[in-house]
């Protein structure tokens, strides 16, 4: 792949007639050319160290690089020895797999001549950033006919189960468990074909020397982990930091909060779609309860579990009701709250920042509307759950 790379590089740079270079995501140098005449001490110890220092790496992120679709100008700094550059982002199908690079020379004023040149090399460009997706990322066609194997597997394909059996990632590893990894945020893609690949390669990168972590998926929506269980969350929020970092430089998105969901153990493939289900259940009920954390196990979610678990969504007439007349948003939270905190006013009035009182009157509304209890027996019961139901019908879907 580098070879390639290097002859592209060479190719674009005697088109140009300009020094060029290429760098992955991390800015680790990947090829370069060999006709630059001034170069400044930016690109030698660049060419030297194969690493971008932190100082300049700085500079050009707040030019906005890590955003770009398009060629992005950035100004001299003389302070860091550095003449002005050119920045083209790399990208296939609005993946970014990296950056190219092209030099001002050092009396040059402005970038409008390399700008007006680089469509007599987008040809060079494209096949450049192509040959480092494929070599790059988790984009390659046996990566992908193997999460789609996984994902078969997950979904309850039993001859995709028995294949995976004999992957040297999952023979002799149980019990294993599912994590699934969600940023609420990107559910919805513009260009699927691309999220499923930010995904995937995401999760490949942030489980990357943590054993325990022993194959991942992308999906259009969130990613899959297959872990070796553990009580212990350690490497599970490694992960999180991880892939909350090489998903925003991978989608062009600033970082988000990313959500862990984390299934029972099991011990034989059959349980993997169930776990596959509880991990999406444990993140989806992260997303719309925060209460319950970023990290986030199945058992912990309470009765978004049977949701899960149901068809339809469910629904209550005394629920129905009190949104009708609760226009100003007032009284659901409250009964919410008291719920949840098993009566504590004070607790609720702190949390909703209105004073005891307050509380008290707006039981005595919901009383009167409904003509029973809202926090006895049964009437409890069925406002309590149907709580639950209302933010779980505002679940992201995966």
Known sequence: MREGVEELVEKAAKTLGRGLSVEDLDGLLVAYSSNQAHADPVRVNFLLSKRVPA??????????????????????????????????????????????????????????????????????????????????????????????????????????????????EVHGHAPWQVVTLLDPEGVDPEDPQAAVVATSTAAMLATAGIDPALFTAGTETHAVVLFAHSTGRANHAAVLTHYERELAKRSGRPAGRVLVGISEPFTSLRGLPDAYGQAKVAAQAAAIDPALGELVDVRSVGVYQLMGSVASEPSSVFTDLLAEEDRDGELLPVLEQLYDSDGAVQIVADRLHIHRSTVYHRVARVRKLLGADPLGGRVRQELHLALKARRWAGRPRI
Not at 61 to 82: C, E, K, Y
Not at 106 to 124: D, F, K, T
């Open 55 to 168: 100082d300049v790496s700085a500079w050009q992120l707040s030019h906005g690089i890590a955003t770009a679709v398009r060629p992005v100008t950035v100004p001299p700094n003389p302070g860091l020895g550095m003449y002005g550059r050119v920045c083209v982002p790399l990208l296939v199908r609005g993946f970014r797999v990296g950056y190219l690079w092209v030099q001002q020379e050092p009396e040059e004023e402005g970038a409008g001549a390399i700008l007006a040149a680089l469509p007599s090399v987008r040809l060079e460009i494209e096949l450049i950033a192509a040959l480092l997706l494929d070599s790059n990322t988790a984009a390659s066609a046996h990566r992908r006919q193997r999460e789609s194997r996984f994902l078969a597997a997950a979904s309850g394909e039993k001859s995709a189960q028995a294949e995976i059996a004999g992957w040297r």
